[in-house]
C-alpha cells in the first residue's frame, strides 16, 4: 500500500467513524432518560426546626426557614461560583468573593448576578416534611403548615 492509499482510506475510516457517531447522538435525544430519581430530602418532623429562623442543613446544603404559619427552603449556594454561604444580619452572604443576598435570596451586592433557588417542601400526613430540590418556586411559594 503506498501513502496516498494509506491517506485515502484513513480520511474515508474517519468520516465513516464520524458519521456512526452523530447517528447513535442523534438517535439517542429523543430516548427519554432512565435512572433519574428527584432530589428529595426527608428532614424529618417539622417541629425540630426552631421558629422564625433559618437552619442550616449542612448535608443538603439548604437553609431551612419556618415561622408559625409556613415552611420554606432556599439554597446555600451562591450563584457566582458555587461557595457556600452563611447567614448575615441583612441575609446571606458569600465567604468567597462577597456577593450579598437578602433574606429572599434576591441579590444585594454581586458579583453574583442571580438570586439564589427556593425549593418545593412537602409535608406528609405524619407531619415529616421533605425538600424537593429538582423543583424551584418563587420565594413566596412556602409550605403553608
Not at 496516498?4 to 474517519?14: I, W
Not at 442523534?26 to 427519554?32: E, S
Not at 453574583?112 to 425549593?119: G, H, K, Q, S
Not at 407531619?127 to 418556586?137: A, L, M, N
Amino acid at each position: 500500500m503506498n501513502r496516498r492509499e494509506f491517506l485515502n482510506r484513513m480520511t474515508f475510516g474517519t468520516l465513516i467513524s464520524g458519521g456512526a457517531l452523530l447517528t447513535a447522538a442523534a438517535l439517542k435525544i429523543p430516548v427519554p432518560q432512565t435512572g433519574f430519581a428527584a432530589r428529595r430530602y426527608n428532614l424529618g418532623d417539622i417541629n425540630k426546626y426552631p421558629l422564625n429562623h433559618f437552619t442550616f442543613l449542612p448535608e443538603k446544603n439548604i437553609y431551612l426557614f419556618r415561622d408559625r404559619k409556613r415552611i420554606k427552603a432556599v439554597s446555600a449556594i451562591c450563584t457566582h461560583l458555587g461557595c457556600v454561604l452563611r447567614r448575615s444580619d441583612a441575609g446571606f452572604r458569600c465567604p468567597c468573593h462577597g456577593s450579598k443576598f437578602n433574606d429572599r435570596g434576591a441579590v444585594i451586592s454581586g458579583p453574583a448576578t442571580r438570586d439564589l433557588d427556593w425549593y418545593r417542601v412537602q409535608q406528609e400526613p405524619d407531619g415529616r416534611i421533605f425538600v424537593i430540590e429538582d423543583q424551584t418556586v418563587a420565594p413566596e411559594d412556602f409550605l403553608e403548615i
